[in-house]
């Protein structure tokens, strides 16, 4: 029921007690497994409170699945994770800061002007316009309250997790590392990274995704357990990517929601109430819809395809205004992501704890799909990196 799933986005679920708001006497060593948002925040509260700790990353950068283009427009542009899926106050609460006014600009994501599209059809035809009538704007609102979504005006989600949270840490990072053994047999866990550089630690806290986990990439000592591996198994971790697309002029509309059969498809106006001069538009796709795309040998044909089902719906214009600039961003093919996103909360509760169980008290997980708050995308992803961070230090 869809109402329970807007429900379930409430910002009253985040948990008003976590890592932040604790002090902590740890001794021993501490290694996280990747620098994403989960990696860094859990890290955060290590470095806060003096404990001796290593991330180890395996790309040449932090931030993970989030990542920002500065270059393309006149606003950073998110390639990654790009909307505050709640209202704005969260981003307090994921600083550990208190009350609603927040120190970042955002906009409310109502847009109205909305197509939806369904590219299988032989005709093109089946377009439907959101109506501008009293009627539907008072269902938006409805709608709006109970579903909000908000955007950074002229930043973006890289950005809020850089400042507030790699900013303190990234000093401890060693990146290229990407970690391809864990050995928790032992005392002490031995981390391996491709060179073959082993770590020692007392603790380690795995954040890859979960495709990572699933594709092998480390290999575990001793083997997960049958229902780790199960439950991991069962989550469909679907693959996805981000076009960007530069135009001469805005010819379309705020969205175009286009059928899939699994997963979503969308081509958006990225620059939406951003006080841009520039006129981007994104094609985001997750699921089955990305076949059609993986199928072309290269970029560029990629990027017709696209202008193809754009001029399509727009008579030519698409092709017309194109500037020739994109940008491309395959998380579904990322050698350390290898797909785009989980919403947890549509998770059966027992896998979520299954996948959460730490191995022989020595090695724990966190990441977005590990959240047992609903958090949804990166506040998720923060929330389940504070609680595993607080199972260690607290030796749970
Ligand atoms: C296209 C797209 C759109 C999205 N849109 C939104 C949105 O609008 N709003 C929202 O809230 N969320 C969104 N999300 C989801 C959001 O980006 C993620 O939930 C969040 O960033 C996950 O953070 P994480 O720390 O759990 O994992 P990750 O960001 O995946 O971080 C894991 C890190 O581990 C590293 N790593 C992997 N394997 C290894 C290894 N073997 N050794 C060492 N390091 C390793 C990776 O390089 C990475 O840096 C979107 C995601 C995608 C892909």
């Not at 290593?54 to 427009?73: C, M, Q, V, Y």
């Not at 002007?113 to 409805?142: A, H, P, T």
């Not at 495709?211 to 198994?233: C, R, T, V, W």
Request: net charge neutral.
């Amino acid at each position: 029921m869809k109402v329970f799933r807007w429900g379930s986005r409430a910002l009253d679920m985040f948990p008003e007690d976590n890592a932040l708001h604790k002090t902590y006497n740890f001794e021993g060593k501490v290694i996280i497994i990747g620098a994403g948002a989960s990696g860094l925040a859990a890290a955060k509260i290590l470095q806060r409170n003096n404990v001796d700790y290593l991330i180890l990353e395996a790309s040449n950068r932090h931030g993970g699945r989030l990542k920002e283009n500065k270059t393309l427009a006149d606003f950073p542009i998110d390639l990654g994770a790009e909307w505050i899926h709640h209202l704005p106050t969260v981003l307090n609460r994921l600083k550990g800061k208190s009350g609603d006014q927040v120190d970042e600009e955002t906009v409310p994501y109502n847009t109205f002007y909305k197509f939806d599209k369904d590219f299988g059809s032989s005709s093109y035809g089946k377009i439907f316009r959101w109506l501008n009538s009293s009627i539907m704007k008072s269902l938006f609102f409805f709608r709006f309250k109970f579903f909000p979504e908000f955007k950074f005006k002229n930043s973006s989600w890289f950005n809020f997790v850089d400042k507030n949270f790699a900013e303190e840490v990234k000093d401890k990072i060693e990146f290229n590392s990407p970690v391809t053994q864990i050995d928790y047999s032992k005392d002490k866990v031995d981390v391996v990274t491709k060179s073959g550089q082993v770590y020692k630690a007392d603790k380690v806290l795995v954040t890859a995704s979960i495709g990572i986990l699933k594709s092998e990439y480390i290999n575990f000592i001793p083997h997960l357990s049958k229902e780790k591996q199960d439950a991991m198994e069962s989550i469909n971790f679907m693959p996805g990517f981000k076009l960007v697309m530069k135009f001469s002029e805005k010819f379309y509309s705020d969205i175009i929601m286009c059928k899939a059969k699994t997963g979503e498809k969308g081509y958006y106006d990225m620059a939406f109430k951003k006080d841009s001069k520039n006129h981007i538009l994104g094609l985001l796709i997750q699921g089955s819809e990305v076949e059609d795309f993986y199928c072309l040998e290269s970029e560029e044909k990629i990027v017709l395809k696209a202008l193809e089902e754009l001029d399509k719906i727009y008579e030519g214009k698409a092709s017309k205004t194109y500037t020739g600039e994109y940008v491309f961003e395959d998380w579904g093919r990322h050698e350390f992501t290898l797909g785009t996103w989980i919403e947890s909360f549509q998770i059966n509760k027992s896998i979520i704890q299954k996948l959460n169980e730490p191995l022989n008290g020595k090695v724990f997980f966190a990441g977005e799909l590990y959240d047992l708050h609903h958090q949804l995308g990166v506040p998720g992803a923060i929330v389940s990196g504070y609680h595993s961070i607080d199972k260690i230090l607290t030796n749970l």
